[in-house]
Each structure stands twice: as C-alpha cells, then as structure tokens.
C-alpha cells in the first residue's frame, strides 16, 4: 500500500557521500543516492522516496550560481501536489549560507529540509543515514510546516536563519547559539519547543555576487575595502568588533565605499547579540550609522553577505536594503 507521503531528496554531495580513497588517504564523493538511501533503514514506512540528482560537490565548491539553481529546482518540487516537502543533502561547510538563501528565496508552507553529515560513510559512526532519516521524518511532519527553511543533524531541528556551524569535527556542531534549535526529533517524532516570529523572505531569480566579506581586527585599515571597491563590489560586509566598532583606520574605507555608491552592511564578529549604535567615538556604532551604514542585526557575517546579494539583485536603493535588514529590528 503507497504511503499518503512523498518526500524528494535532493542530493547535492558533501561528505554525506564521501568515502575514503585508499589512494590519497583522505575522503572524496564517491556515494550514490542510491547507495546512501540503501542504508536509510525503513524508510519506506514514513515515505515514498523520490532522488533528484542534483550535484556531488564538496561544501567549500559550492557557488552562489548554484545556490540559485538549487532554489529553483527545490521551487518546482515544492509546486508539485504530490511533493509534501523536500529534503536537501549537503556538504556542512558552506550548509547555512545554501540553507538561509533557500530560506529567504522560497515562500511555502511545504517543510524543506537541509542535513548533512559530520563522517564519511568510511569512518566508523556514519552520521549520514541517521541524520538523513531524522530530515525525512521532518519533511512529513504537520507540525514542520511553515516554519521556512530547516536544518536537521544530530536529532536537533534548527532554523536556517539561526544556525551555524560551531565545530570543525563534532556530530553536534550546528547550534542556535543565541535561541537554541526549534525541537527534536525523537522516535521518529518531531517536538517542536519554539517557533519564529519574524520570517523575511526576498523573491528572485537572479542573484548579484559582487558582495564581498571584511572581518575587522586590530589595527586593520581601509586597504581591503578600496580594494574590492576599486574591484568593482556592490556591496560590502563588515564583521565588525563588539556592538559594532571598527578600527579607525578603516573609517576613510567606509567613506570612500559609500561614495562610489557601495551599499555597506555591519554585523558583529561575536557569535551572538546585535550590533547598535551604543558608542560615538571614532569608528564606532554611531559614526557608521551616521555615515549611511546599515546595522545587520545579529546576523553572521556570511549569512548577512547572502541577503545582501540577494537584495542587490532587485534593488540599488539603500533605503530599499536598509528595510530589508533593519524592519522589525530597529526602531530608527
């Protein structure tokens, strides 16, 4: 008898399908779909399984190209009756920024589930099928449904808005550091604990990838910044120090940025807390807004250069962009 579910899984790669090449000692892809489903035990009682070939790339190869590609192969599954949500396997090291882009560039009520793993399937401890039947069950589940993009390792439901990879090694290296993740799944169940309140979404089917990524530290001055303005960016982020404060030797860089007309976007290098305008002195929170920088919230740095170059790819007015990070984060 057919199950009253449909889940497609769309393979894109990572080390969910890698083994270890005896050649070279280290792991590459080398898995099938099909062969990573095999191991996926009864599966078929939660769902019918549809495989999308899709890619078999490494995390660190994927492009915001791609990305795209992906968000518009994941919209027309998501279009069809018989899809009830869609499960995305992918390498962990570039995870979020592929998770929170499909978050903002796809508006529906289907489940859409993002999972990776942490070992190849040569090592002892293969995470891969475990976390894989864990997204399925979320993919079917009532509960998951309007709650935008998810993230499912290590038995913990997460959002894409919120999660980040936290370790270079462990099973349970994606964490929401600030909220913690939206529920388990247990027993084949999803629990959810929370939901999200504010959920943005920008519609595109373009994406611009000039955007470049400026992490500040001590005594940095503007050099990289008129670099990749001069390089022909159209938009900048700045992972700045604390609540917002960089070197003020980079302060002629923001200047000069936001004349050439840059769009310039400020987030904090700290894993957690908003950046805000607390401080005026040189370089400070205050000085950048009042230059025309736009406050990202509590947005990492790599998930804010994602929005960003989505936003740049509808609109040239900062206004525009401004709303777009700031609405329903700050009150002026």
């Given at each position: 008898?057919?199950?009253?579910y449909?889940?497609a899984?769309?393979?894109?790669?990572?080390?969910i399908?890698?083994?270890?090449?005896?050649?070279i000692a280290a792991?590459?892809?080398?898995?099938?779909?099909?062969?990573?489903?095999?191991?996926?035990?009864?599966?078929?009682?939660?769902?019918d399984?549809?495989?999308?070939?899709?890619?078999?790339?490494?995390?660190?190869h994927?492009?915001?190209?791609?990305?795209?590609?992906?968000?518009?192969?994941?919209?027309?599954?998501?279009?069809?009756?018989?899809?009830?949500?869609v499960?995305?396997?992918?390498g962990t090291?570039?995870?979020?920024?592929?998770?929170?882009?499909?978050?903002?560039?796809i508006?529906?009520?289907?489940?859409?589930?993002?999972?990776?793993?942490?070992?190849?399937?040569?090592?002892l401890?293969?995470?891969?099928?475990?976390n894989?039947?864990?997204?399925?069950?979320?993919?079917?589940?009532e509960?998951?449904?309007n709650?935008?993009?998810?993230?499912?390792?290590?038995n913990?439901?997460?959002a894409?808005?919120?999660?980040?990879?936290?370790h270079?090694?462990?099973?349970?290296?994606?964490k929401?550091?600030?909220f913690?993740?939206?529920g388990?799944?247990?027993?084949?169940?999803v629990?959810?604990y929370?939901?999200?309140?504010?959920?943005?979404?920008?519609?595109t089917?373009?994406?611009?990838?000039?955007?470049d990524?400026?992490?500040?530290?001590?005594?940095?001055?503007?050099r990289l910044?008129?670099?990749c303005?001069?390089s022909?960016?159209?938009g900048l982020?700045?992972?700045?120090?604390?609540?917002?404060?960089?070197p003020p030797?980079?302060?002629?860089?923001?200047?000069?940025a936001?004349?050439?007309?840059?769009v310039i976007v400020m987030?904090?290098?700290?894993?957690?807390?908003?950046?805000?305008?607390?401080?005026?002195?040189?370089?400070?929170?205050?000085?950048?807004?009042?230059?025309?920088?736009i406050?990202?919230?509590?947005?990492?740095?790599?998930k804010?250069?994602?929005?960003?170059?989505?936003?740049l790819?509808?609109?040239?007015?900062?206004?525009t962009?401004?709303?777009?990070?700031?609405?329903?984060?700050?009150?002026k």
């Amino acid at each position: 008898m057919p199950n009253s579910y449909k889940v497609a899984v769309v393979f894109t790669g990572g080390t969910i399908s890698m083994k270890i090449d005896p050649r070279i000692a280290a792991a590459i892809p080398a898995l099938s779909s099909e062969e990573i489903m095999s191991m996926v035990t009864n599966i078929d009682k939660i769902a019918d399984i549809e495989i999308i070939n899709f890619d078999r790339i490494p995390g660190p190869h994927m492009t915001p190209e791609r990305m795209m590609d992906l968000s518009k192969t994941v919209k027309n599954l998501v279009a069809r009756e018989d899809i009830t949500g869609v499960v995305i396997t992918h390498g962990t090291d570039s995870l979020e920024e592929t998770a929170y882009l499909l978050d903002l560039n796809i508006n529906t009520p289907k489940p859409i589930v993002v999972v990776g793993a942490m070992r190849s399937g040569s090592e002892l401890g293969y995470d891969g099928p475990s976390n894989l039947s864990a997204a399925i069950c979320t993919a079917v589940s009532e509960q998951a449904k309007n709650k935008g993009v998810l993230v499912v390792m290590n038995n913990e439901v997460n959002a894409a808005s919120e999660v980040t990879k936290t370790h270079t090694l462990s099973l349970d290296t994606f964490k929401s550091l600030e909220f913690g993740p939206l529920g388990i799944v247990d027993n084949d169940e999803v629990i959810f604990y929370r939901d999200i309140t504010k959920h943005h979404h920008i519609i595109t089917d373009s994406i611009e990838t000039r955007v470049d990524l400026i992490k500040c530290a001590v005594g940095m001055d503007d050099r990289l910044m008129r670099f990749c303005v001069d390089s022909g960016a159209k938009g900048l982020v700045i992972e700045a120090m604390g609540r917002g404060n960089i070197p003020p030797a980079m302060v002629p860089g923001v200047k000069y940025a936001i004349d050439q007309g840059v769009v310039i976007v400020m987030v904090s290098r700290c894993p957690m807390g908003r950046v805000l305008d607390t401080y005026g002195y040189e370089g400070a929170g205050r000085t950048l807004r009042n230059l025309g920088v736009i406050f990202g919230g509590n947005l990492p740095g790599q998930k804010a250069r994602i929005k960003l170059m989505l936003a740049l790819s509808i609109t040239s007015d900062k206004n525009t962009i401004k709303d777009m990070f700031e609405k329903g984060f700050y009150s002026k």
